[in-house]
């Protein structure tokens, strides 16, 4: 079955310490791909995407995400991490068929 | 500009009855989609509506319904309530469908218990 795969279900690190959150996923052919984030009790937001292009990403709060099409991933990653980047974050896949397939969710929580 | 809202955002149900829930996307937008979250399952596809229609169905039962109004708003009906439908419910709403321009926005969710 196709699927989305999150490497890590819970990460714990210090503030200013580096960040990557690997995700993977099944589906052959043209992908968008998608990262999401909860901050605690708050909604879904958008951390960045991809569509086509440069296969670098930038997006919101110092976070990009680097799409390597050979080995069907989409890591995150951000150089230096803040307490205020706990959170939950989603990786996820639009295969042209107006839905999101999300992965497990990785829980970051950013120790002071 | 508004985001998507959505009503109730806490219910409380027992075992055996429906409920339906509310979602009024961000103006303009005509793409609606339902997900569910739970811990142990994660986000799952509902479906997803457009224009009225239904183009997207995730794998759910048939108790597991929606709708879609021709102002854009949408509602999910979940009938003969189970424990294990306790979830948060969330909409989210795009312009036509996902391109570089389009992307989803969610709601805030609406909370079901059902007891």
């Known amino acids: 079955a196709q699927s989305v795969s999150q490497h890590n279900h819970h990460v714990i690190l210090s503030e200013a310490a580096s960040l990557e959150l690997g995700c993977n996923y099944s589906y052959g052919g043209t992908v968008n791909l998608f990262w999401y984030v909860q901050y605690p009790g708050q909604h879904l937001q958008l951390l960045l995407k991809?569509?086509?292009?440069?296969?670098l990403v930038k997006g919101i709060k110092g976070f990009e995400a680097e799409f390597i099409k050979s080995k069907f991933s989409f890591n995150l990653r951000k150089p230096s991490v803040q307490w205020s980047d706990t959170a939950e974050y989603f990786c996820?896949?639009?295969?042209?068929?107006?839905?999101?397939?999300f992965g497990a969710g990785t829980t970051v929580t950013v120790r002071a | 500009k508004a985001g998507v809202t959505q009503t109730p955002r806490y219910l409380i149900k027992t075992r055996g009855q429906q409920v339906t829930l509310s979602c009024s996307p961000i103006s303009g937008h005509r793409s609606v989609s339902w997900y569910q979250q739970t811990p142990g399952q994660g986000l799952q596809f509902l479906f997803e509506?457009?224009?009225?229609?239904?183009?997207n169905k995730g794998n759910f039962p048939g108790r597991f319904s929606g709708r879609q109004f021709s102002n854009s708003r949408s509602e999910m009906n979940v009938s003969t309530l189970e424990l294990g439908d306790s979830a948060l419910y969330l909409c989210?709403?795009?312009?036509?469908?996902?391109?570089?321009?389009?992307?989803?926005?969610f709601g805030a969710g609406s909370r079901l218990t059902v007891l």
């Open positions: 996820a896949v639009n295969k042209d068929d107006y839905k999101l397939s």
């Open positions: 991809y569509f086509s292009g440069d296969p």
């Open positions: 509506y457009f224009s009225e229609t239904q183009r």
């Open positions: 989210a709403s795009t312009g036509t469908g996902f391109s570089g321009a389009n992307v989803l926005t």
